[in-house]
T-cell receptor
């Protein structure tokens, strides 16, 4: 198993540009999430999905869109990049809900810089 | 915000010593989880403790939870250089609100 994969690893954007961060998992997990990690802030949940076709907002959803057309993929779209979106983005997945003892698996992260 | 706070922010110990880090949170929780993050890598799940549990062990890890004080501690016994990493607590409130703390940076000196 490749686990949770993310592409790209690094990205530099100019303000106003759009892009999609890719996330895929090959563990047949129902739950997938996107987080951003900023210095001194810990991880904050952007969007999550409890299954194909179902998404919902997390703590900091503004400026981001997601979709879940398949179980495997959960892309994160930045509609119009802003410097405040400079961060490290992590995708995670788990077989069942966080309230269970199931482990949440994280991808290696995408480091995004918006100039 | 429900975001937890770890204490201390940074900890440096000698190999073989025990490391203790603490997490405090603000509202009632369903469970609390601890994660490790090596530099430049994603998070790795270490252990989950439910709100009705007080202590849990996993190998060299011991986690305690005191819901009356809204705090948890992670003890790593007989630390190794490979334990050098940042450690985060995450609390689950309600169905889908998973909040991460700001992390403790642990350095284990060989």
């Amino acid at each position: 198993n490749a686990g949770v994969t993310q592409t790209p690893k690094f990205q530099v954007l100019k303000t106003g540009q759009s892009m999609t961060l890719q996330c895929a998992q090959d563990m047949n997990h129902e739950y997938m999430s996107w987080y951003r990690q900023d210095p001194g802030m810990g991880l904050r949940l952007i969007h999550y999905s409890v299954g194909a076709g179902i998404t919902d907002q997390g703590e900091v959803p503004n400026g981001y869109n997601v979709s879940r057309s398949t179980t495997e993929d959960f892309p994160l779209r930045l509609l119009s990049a802003a410097p405040s979106q400079t961060s490290v983005y992590f995708c995670a997945s788990s077989y069942s809900h966080w309230t269970s003892t199931d482990t949440q698996y994280f991808g290696p992260g995408t480091r995004l810089t918006v100039l | 915000s429900q975001q937890g706070e770890e204490d201390p922010q940074a900890l440096s110990i000698q190999e073989g010593e025990n490391a203790t880090m603490n997490c405090s949170y603000k509202t009632s929780i369903n469970n609390l989880q601890w994660y490790r993050q090596n530099s430049g890598r994603g998070l790795v799940h270490l252990i989950l403790i439910r709100s009705n549990e007080r202590e849990k062990h996993s190998g060299r890890l011991r986690v305690t939870l005191d819901t009356s004080k809204k705090s948890s501690s992670l003890l790593i016994t007989a630390s190794r250089a490979a334990d050098t990493a940042s450690y985060f607590c995450a609390t689950l409130s309600g169905a889908n609100n998973l909040f991460f703390g700001t992390g403790t940076r642990l350095t284990v000196i060989p």
